[in-house]
T-cell receptor, first 114, second 110 residues
Framework: NAGVTQTPKFQVLKTGQSMTLQCAQD?????MYWYRQDPGMGLRLIYY???????DKGEVPNGYNVSRLNKREFSLRLESAAPSQTSVYFC?????????????FGPGTRLLVL | SQKIEQNSEALNIQEGKTATLTCNYT??????LQWYRQDPGRGPVFLLL?????KEKRKERLKVTFDTTLKQSLFHITASQPADSATYLC?????????FGAGTTVTVRA
């Protein structure tokens, strides 16, 4: 069991470039999430998907788009990267769609936008 | 919006002592509160979940309390070890979304 995997591990972009962060889970979980983590600010939810075929905005969705490709995969796209999007991005998954769900996190993608 | 505050300063303790971390929140109380551990360069790992009707939860050397009147959770690491050195995050579980605090970094000295 790999759990939650993310690619790439590290990426450098120039302002205005686009990229897609990939996430996959092999635990047959229903819900998947994208967070960003900045120093001193904790994890902030960007988008989430409660089930295959649905996506919803989180706390900081501006500048991002997501796709729940199937039950296993949930991708995050930056259409036109900005320096403010320099951060560490974590994908997570959980089994249920109601409260009390333990989340399992991937190893993160470190993104630097110049 | 929900505001979550954890110990603002890092915690440095001697091996064998008890570390106590606080998590305070504003506005409405969640049905569940979770604690995670995060090591440098890695994703958070789940430790404990406590429900609003539970006062205390234990797992090995870890203990969590939840006081919905005070809007506070305390996280205790007893008989601390250098391997407990990490950042600890509290998270309020509201439906299936988590709101995280900024975390408290604990360093245990041998």
């Amino acid at each position: 069991n790999a759990g939650v995997t993310q690619t790439p591990k590290f990426q450098v972009l120039k302002t205005g470039q686009s990229m897609t962060l990939q996430c996959a889970q092999d635990m047959n979980h229903n819900s998947m999430y994208w967070y960003r983590q900045d120093p001193g600010m904790g994890l902030r939810l960007i988008y989430y998907s409660a089930s295959e075929g649905t996506t919803d905005k989180g706390e900081v969705p501006n500048g991002y788009n997501v796709s729940r490709l199937n039950k296993r995969e949930f991708s995050l796209r930056l259409e036109s990267a900005a320096p403010s999007q320099t951060s560490v991005y974590f994908c997570a998954s959980s089994a249920g769609t109601s409260g009390g769900g333990t989340q399992y996190f991937g190893p993160g993608t470190r993104l630097l936008v110049l | 919006s929900q505001k979550i505050e954890q110990n603002s300063e890092a915690l440095n303790i001697q091996e064998g002592k008890t570390a106590t971390l606080t998590c305070n929140y504003t506005n409405y109380s969640p049905a569940y509160l979770q604690w995670y551990r995060q090591d440098p360069g890695r994703g958070p790992v789940f430790l404990l979940l406590i429900r609003e009707n539970e006062k205390e939860k234990r797992k090995e050397r870890l203990k969590v309390t939840f006081d919905t009147t005070l809007k506070q959770s305390l996280f205790h690491i007893t008989a601390s070890q250098p391997a407990d050195s990490a950042t600890y995050l509290c998270a309020l579980d509201i439906y299936y979304k988590l709101s995280f605090g900024a975390g408290t970094t604990v360093t245990v000295r041998a």
